[in-house]
């Protein structure tokens, strides 16, 4: 289930635009937030995404909250920044422009449930149909850094639990 932007916030997102000609790819992050997260409730989480939006802005000084996307526990999609915007949490500005950034709502040592799993792969799939995206990188690929976390780099890292095929693998008629 997909979660509009308006569920969490009522600020626009001042963020550019993403180039759809740049964009070859998704990052995965998560909070880096000891203890569980992920089996908040909606309103809860509501209020953590907010609370982030405002850290990102507020103090850091950044256009909107970082990532376009957030996935929970349950297999919600949250619409963030959204996919139509660059990322502003991959580290670099050659890594915000080529791909969007995914943010995994869960704890340090928490581990990715099947709905999560699942809910990734459909916010990825929302980048590919729209860019044609074939790469999910964990955050550490451009930046020195433990993000992900250890299970989901794990699940990135085994070559299956993440792996998507392009549009035209998916669907043959898509030229």
């Not at 509501?46 to 376009?68: F, M, P, S, T």
């Not at 790469?135 to 976390?149: D, I, K, L, N, Q």
Request: contains cysteine; glycine residues 8%.
């Amino acid at each position: 289930r997909i979660i509009p932007r308006s569920r969490w916030t009522t600020t626009k997102s001042n963020a550019p635009a993403a180039r759809a000609a740049q964009i070859n790819g998704v990052a995965l992050h998560h909070p880096g937030t000891p203890g569980t997260i992920g089996i908040e409730t909606e309103a809860a989480t509501a209020a953590r995404l907010e609370g982030y939006r405002r850290q990102h802005v507020n103090a850091n000084g950044w256009k909107d909250i970082a990532y376009n996307v957030a996935v929970d526990q349950r297999g919600n999609v949250w619409t963030l920044r959204g996919v139509s915007r660059q990322s502003g949490a991959n580290g670099t500005t050659a890594a915000n422009r080529s791909h969007g950034a995914i943010l995994l709502l869960i704890g340090n040592n928490e581990a990715p449930s099947q709905a999560m799993i699942d809910a990734v792969l459909y916010a990825v799939r929302l980048w590919d149909a729209r860019y044609g995206v074939t790469a999910v990188r964990p955050h550490s690929y451009f930046v020195s850094t433990a993000c992900p976390g250890t299970t989901a780099r794990r699940l990135l890292n085994d070559g299956r639990t993440f792996y998507v095929k392009t549009a035209r693998e998916r669907w043959p008629d898509v030229k």
